[in-house]
C-alpha cells in the first residue's frame, strides 16, 4: 500500500530526507519543540479560521451578527471561535519563546541568519494578523483599539499621514478598514505567511537543527553531539506536545469561552480602560506613559519617538546575526536581551495590573524627569 | 448748571467732534426699523442717543436711570436686538440723528416714553408701558417675519390672558412681571435702569433658557416678601414650588440628566399666557407630555368623579411640583398606596370593586417585575459564565416594554387591558428565562465534554508515550 505511493507520488526523496534528518541531544533540546509547536497552533489557526470563513461576513452591518450568529447559532461555532482565538495567542506567546531561545542557544549564527530573519519576519507577521483578526468582530472594545492603534501610525514622520490612510482605507476606522482588515487577514498575510514559512523550512531543513555551543564544547564537535532520529523520535515527542496543547486549547475554549462584547458604535463614546491585545500591551503603555515633548523640543512629540524607537527595536532583532561579531558585541547583545525581556514583561504587567503600575510609578516619574 | 445746559454744552461739543466720532463709531447703514413712523424713516445716521445718554456727566442723581452705564454697553453687545441692527430709537423712537433734545425726543417723531407725567426717574419704567413697547414689534407679524419665516406673535395677546398681564390690566400692579422680568433681569429694584442684555431665548445664558426658566421664576414667586397678598382662586399663590420642584423627577431629568425635553414652569403653566391650570385641565397639561396617559384617563369615569369633587387629575395621585418617579408600590390598597386613600374608606364615592381592581393590579405587576428580575438574574449569571446571551439579553427589553405599557394602561383603571399587556410580557419573559437557562445547562454540558473529550486525549498521550519508551535509545 505505502509502496503504491511512495512509486506515484515520489515520496522515497521525502522519506529519504525524514530517515536522514536527525535531532541533537543536549540539555536544551525541549526548546526544539517550540518551532512544532507553533507549526502545529498555526495549523490550528488555518483548519479554525477556514471554519469561521463559511460564516463570517466582512461588513459594518453584518460582522457582529454574523460572530455572535457563529457562536449562538452554528453547531459548535462557540468552540471553533474560542479555539481560534485562543490558539492565536498562545501561537503569539510561544513564538516570542521560539525566538528568545534561539536566541539564547545562538542558533542564528552562521549559515543559519536567513532562518533567524524569515522567523523573525513570521512573528511580525503574526503580529499583524492578531491586530487585523482583533478588528473583525466589530465590537466596542476593538473598534476603539483600531482606531488608537491605527492613529500611532499617523505619527511616523514624512510618511506617517499615508500610512494612516493606508492602515485605514480612509480617514477614520470605517466599513473600508474592515473589508481591508479582512483582505490583510484572510488573503495577504496567510499568502505571506505561507512562502515565509515555506522558506523558514526549507533552512531549517538544508541546514539542519543547530547545536548550541556549550554542548559542542562538551564533546568536541556538533558531529559528536548525540541525536535522535526526527521520525520517529522526535516526531512522536512532538505529537505528544501538540495532543498536550490541543487538550490546554480544549479547556480554555470550554471554561473561558473568548465572549463578544457590544456591537461597535462609531459615533459612541471610547469606552473606558481600552486595550489592545496583551502582545502590543508593552508597546501601548509606553507610548501612553511618554512625555508630549522630548527635552521640551517642540517637534520632537513623544509618541513620534516611541514609535520610531520600536521600529528601530524591531530592526535591532532582524540584523541580530549580523550584529554578533565578537565576545564584546555578544555581551552587549545579551544584556541588551536581558533588558528587553524584563522590560516587556514589566510594561505588560503594567497594562494588566494597576496595582502593579503604582509600584513603578515612582521610577517612571523619576526617568520621565531627564526625557522632559 | 441745569440739566439742560449741559446737554446743550456737550451738543455743541459733539458737532465740532461729529465727523470724528462718526468715525469711531460706526453703525450699521441700514439698521431695521420697527413699524411705524421710525420704520419709514431713512437709513440712521449716528446714533446720537449715548452721546448724552452715554456720559455720566450730563445726569442728575435723581436720573441716573437715563444714564447708559459702560456695563449696560457691554450687555448690549449681546443683546440679541442689538445684534440684529437694532438701535435706541428703533425701540425707543424718536430722532438719533438731531442733536437737539427736544427733537431727539418728540413725540410726533414717535418717541415712546416709558414714564407718565410727572416723571420719576428714582422708579422703574411703568410695566404696561414695558409691555406695548415689545408688543409694538414681536405682536406684528409684518415686521417679525423679516426676522423668521414664521414667527410668534402672539405674546402680546398671550400676556394679557396671564396672571401677571390679568392683575397688572386689573390693579396697575407696579410688581407685576412684564417682558423684561423674564427675559431680562428682575424688575422693581431702585438700582433697575435695564441692562438691555436681552439674550435669545436659546442662548445658553438667557433667563430663559429652559434650564434656567424655574429659576428665573422663582425670582419672584420664590420670594416671600414679593408674594406676599398675591392669591389665586381665594388661595395663597405660596412660594415653594421651585423647591418642590427641584425635588421632582422632571427636574432631575432637566438639570443633572440634561434632557431638555424634561418640564419646567412654562411647560405645565405657559409662559407669556401663564396661569395656573383649572382643576379640569391639570390632565390635559400632563397629557402634553404623557399623551397616552392623559387619554386613558380622559375615558375613565374617575376624570369625572375627580371634576366633580375638585380634584386636580393627576396632580391628585403624583403631586404637582413635587413629582416623584412612579413605583408599582402607588398601586394596590397597601403599604401607602394611593389608590387606598380613597377606595380604603369609599371617600369620594370609591367603590370596593374598585379596591379590588387596584389589588388585581399590584399583584399583576409584581408577578411580572419578578419574573424579569429571575430572568435578568439567570442572564446575568450566564453571561459571567463567558456564555453568549446577548439575544435573550436584548429580548428581555420587550418584557420591560410590556411592564411599561401596563403600566400606562392602569391609568385607564380596567383590569383586563392591564392584564392582556402584562400577558405579553410573561410570554416574552418566559421564553428568555428558558433560553438563559439553556446557557446554563450548554455551559454545564460543555464542561462534562471537555472532561470526555480530554479523555481520549490523555489515553493518545499515554498510549505515545508508552510507544516512545519501546524506541531504541539513540545514539
Same mark, same amino acid.
Given at each position: 500500500m505505502l509502496a503504491f505511493f511512495v512509486e506515484r507520488l515520489g515520496l522515497d526523496a521525502a522519506l529519504a530526507l525524514a530517515a536522514k534528518k536527525h535531532v541533537p541531544i543536549h540539555r536544551t533540546t525541549i526548546f526544539y519543540f517550540l518551532g512544532g509547536m507553533a507549526? *502545529?497552533?498555526?495549523?490550528?489557526?488555518?483548519?479554525?479560521?477556514?471554519?469561521?470563513?463559511?460564516?463570517?461576513?466582512?461588513?459594518?452591518?453584518?460582522?457582529?451578527?454574523?460572530?455572535?450568529?457563529?457562536?449562538?447559532?452554528?453547531?459548535?461555532?462557540?468552540?471553533? =471561535?474560542?479555539?481560534?482565538?485562543?490558539?492565536?495567542?498562545?501561537?503569539?506567546?510561544?513564538?516570542?519563546?521560539?525566538?528568545?531561545?534561539? !536566541?539564547?542557544?545562538?542558533?542564528?549564527?552562521?549559515?543559519?541568519?536567513?532562518?533567524?530573519?524569515?522567523?523573525?519576519?513570521?512573528?511580525?507577521?503574526?503580529?499583524? *494578523?492578531?491586530?487585523?483578526? !482583533?478588528?473583525?468582530?466589530?465590537?466596542?472594545?476593538? *473598534?476603539? /483599539?483600531?482606531? @488608537?492603534?491605527?492613529?500611532?501610525?499617523? @505619527?511616523?514622520?514624512?510618511?506617517?499621514?499615508?500610512?494612516?490612510?493606508?492602515?485605514?482605507?480612509?480617514?477614520?476606522?470605517?466599513?473600508?478598514?474592515?473589508?481591508? *482588515? !479582512?483582505?490583510?487577514?484572510?488573503?495577504?498575510?496567510?499568502?505571506?505567511?505561507?512562502?515565509?514559512?515555506?522558506?523558514?523550512?526549507?533552512?531549517?531543513?538544508?541546514?539542519?537543527?543547530?547545536?548550541?555551543?556549550?554542548?559542542?564544547?562538551?564533546?568536541?564537535?556538533?558531529?559528536k553531539v548525540p541525536s535522535m532520529p526526527f521520525v520517529p523520535h522526535f516526531l512522536l515527542r512532538d505529537m505528544v506536545g501538540w495532543y498536550v496543547a490541543l487538550g490546554i486549547l480544549a479547556a480554555l475554549a470550554a471554561l473561558f469561552p473568548w465572549e463578544l462584547g457590544q456591537k461597535a458604535d462609531p459615533f459612541g463614546a471610547t469606552p473606558e480602560g481600552i486595550k489592545p491585545e496583551w502582545y502590543f500591551l508593552f508597546m501601548f503603555q509606553v507610548l501612553k506613559k511618554l512625555p508630549p515633548q522630548f527635552l521640551s523640543i517642540e517637534w520632537l512629540e513623544g509618541e513620534m519617538v516611541g514609535v520610531l524607537f520600536f521600529g528601530f527595536c524591531g530592526l535591532f532583532v532582524l540584523v541580530v546575526p549580523f550584529l554578533d561579531i565578537g565576545r564584546r558585541t555578544r555581551r552587549v547583545l545579551n544584556i541588551l536581551a536581558a533588558l528587553a525581556v524584563v522590560f516587556f514583561v514589566v510594561m505588560t504587567a503594567r497594562g494588566l495590573s494597576d496595582t502593579v503600575d503604582d509600584w513603578f510609578a515612582p521610577l517612571e516619574q523619576w526617568l520621565l524627569r531627564f526625557l522632559t | 448748571m441745569t440739566s439742560l445746559w449741559r446737554i446743550l454744552l456737550l451738543s455743541a461739543i459733539w458737532v465740532a467732534s461729529a465727523p470724528a466720532l462718526a468715525a469711531e463709531k460706526p453703525v450699521p447703514a441700514e439698521a431695521p426699523g420697527p413699524p411705524g413712523k421710525t420704520a419709514e424713516k431713512p437709513p440712521a445716521g449716528p446714533n446720537q442717543c449715548l452721546e448724552c445718554h452715554g456720559n455720566a456727566d450730563v445726569w442728575d442723581k435723581d436720573q441716573q436711570r437715563l444714564f447708559v452705564t459702560k456695563e449696560v454697553l457691554a450687555a448690549l453687545a449681546g443683546d440679541i436686538h442689538w445684534q440684529k441692527g437694532l438701535r435706541c430709537a428703533d425701540c425707543h423712537g424718536g430722532n438719533?440723528?438731531?442733536?437737539?433734545?427736544?427733537?431727539?425726543?418728540?413725540?410726533?417723531?414717535?418717541?415712546?416714553?416709558? =414714564?407718565?407725567?410727572?416723571?420719576? !426717574?428714582?422708579?422703574?419704567?411703568?410695566?404696561?408701558k414695558v409691555v406695548e413697547l415689545c408688543g409694538k414689534c414681536h405682536a406684528n407679524i409684518e415686521y417679525m417675519r423679516r426676522y423668521r419665516p414664521s414667527p410668534r406673535t402672539d405674546q402680546l395677546t398671550e400676556y394679557w390672558t396671564s396672571g401677571h398681564g390679568r392683575a397688572l390690566k386689573a390693579t396697575g400692579d407696579p410688581k407685576v412681571a412684564t417682558c423684561i422680568s423674564c427675559h431680562d433681569k428682575p424688575h422693581g429694584s431702585a438700582e433697575d435702569r435695564g441692562k438691555h442684555g436681552i439674550l435669545a431665548v436659546d442662548n445658553l445664558e438667557s433667563p430663559v433658557y429652559r434650564t434656567r426658566v424655574a429659576k428665573t421664576c422663582a425670582k419672584c414667586h420664590a420670594d416671600e416678601k414679593v408674594m406676599a397678598g398675591y392669591q389665586y382662586h381665594g388661595q395663597p399663590l405660596g412660594v415653594k414650588q421651585y423647591e418642590e420642584w427641584r425635588a421632582s423627577v422632571h427636574a432631575q431629568a432637566l438639570l443633572i440628566k440634561g434632557d431638555l425635553s424634561a418640564p419646567t414652569c412654562n411647560n405645565c403653566h405657559g409662559n407669556h399666557g401663564a396661569l395656573p391650570p383649572e382643576v379640569g385641565s391639570v390632565a390635559n397639561a400632563c397629557g402634553a407630555c404623557h399623551g397616552k396617559? /392623559?387619554?386613558?384617563?380622559?375615558?375613565?369615569?374617575?376624570?369625572?368623579?375627580?371634576?366633580?369633587?375638585?380634584?386636580?387629575?393627576?396632580?391628585?395621585?403624583?403631586?404637582?411640583?413635587?413629582?416623584?418617579?412612579?413605583?408599582?408600590?402607588?398601586?394596590?390598597?397597601?403599604?401607602? /398606596?394611593?389608590?387606598?386613600?380613597?377606595?380604603e374608606n369609599g371617600k369620594y364615592g370609591a367603590t370596593l370593586a374598585g379596591a379590588e381592581a387596584a389589588r388585581t393590579i399590584r399583584a399583576g405587576l409584581n408577578g411580572l417585575s419578578d419574573q424579569i428580575k429571575r430572568a435578568k438574574e439567570t442572564i446575568d449569571d450566564a453571561e459571567r459564565l463567558g456564555m453568549e446571551i446577548s439575544v435573550p439579553k436584548f429580548e428581555l427589553q420587550k418584557a420591560f416594554n410590556a411592564l411599561t405599557n401596563a403600566r400606562t394602561l392602569l391609568h385607564s383603571f380596567q383590569v383586563k387591558p392591564v392584564e392582556a399587556a402584562l400577558a405579553d410580557g410573561q410570554k416574552v419573559v418566559t421564553e428568555v428565562q428558558g433560553k438563559a437557562d439553556h446557557a446554563l445547562v450548554e455551559h454545564d454540558y460543555r464542561r462534562v465534554w471537555l472532561a470526555a473529550s480530554l479523555v481520549p486525549v490523555l489515553i493518545v498521550i499515554g498510549l505515545l508515550l508508552l510507544y516512545i519508551r519501546t524506541l531504541p535509545t539513540p545514539k
Open positions: 507549526l *502545529f497552533l498555526f495549523g490550528m489557526q488555518v483548519a479554525t479560521g477556514i471554519l469561521l470563513s463559511l460564516y463570517y461576513k466582512p461588513s459594518p452591518d453584518q460582522a457582529f451578527e454574523s460572530v455572535r450568529a457563529i457562536m449562538t447559532e452554528v453547531d459548535f461555532g462557540w468552540l471553533i =471561535r474560542s479555539l481560534h482565538v485562543w490558539s492565536a495567542n498562545l501561537l503569539i506567546g510561544v513564538l516570542f519563546l521560539h525566538i528568545l531561545t534561539t !536566541y539564547m542557544m545562538r542558533a542564528y549564527r552562521g549559515p543559519r541568519e536567513f532562518t533567524w530573519i524569515t522567523g523573525v519576519l513570521l512573528l511580525f507577521l503574526f503580529l499583524a *494578523f492578531g491586530f487585523s483578526g !482583533y478588528l473583525l468582530p466589530w465590537n466596542q472594545l476593538a *473598534f476603539f /483599539a483600531t482606531r @488608537v492603534g491605527t492613529a500611532i501610525t499617523g @505619527v511616523v514622520p514624512v510618511v506617517g499621514k499615508d500610512l494612516l490612510l493606508m492602515a485605514r482605507s480612509g480617514e477614520d476606522v470605517t466599513g473600508d478598514t474592515l473589508a481591508r *482588515f !479582512y483582505s490583510l487577514h484572510v488573503v495577504i498575510l496567510p499568502l505571506c505567511v505561507f512562502a515565509l514559512l515555506g522558506l523558514h523550512l526549507f533552512l531549517v531543513q538544508k541546514h539542519g537543527m543547530s547545536v548550541p555551543e556549550g554542548a559542542v564544547e562538551r564533546y568536541g564537535s556538533a558531529e | 438719533p440723528a438731531t442733536e437737539e433734545v427736544n427733537q431727539a425726543h418728540a413725540e410726533e417723531d414717535g418717541f415712546r416714553s416709558l =414714564r407718565s407725567l410727572p416723571k420719576d !426717574y428714582t422708579k422703574p419704567p411703568q410695566p404696561a396617559i /392623559a387619554s386613558l384617563f380622559a375615558e375613565t369615569r374617575m376624570k369625572h368623579h375627580f371634576e366633580q369633587e375638585k380634584l386636580p387629575g393627576c396632580a391628585t395621585c403624583h403631586s404637582n411640583h413635587k413629582i416623584q418617579p412612579p413605583s408599582d408600590t402607588m398601586v394596590g390598597m397597601e403599604g401607602g /398606596a394611593v389608590c387606598a386613600k380613597c377606595h
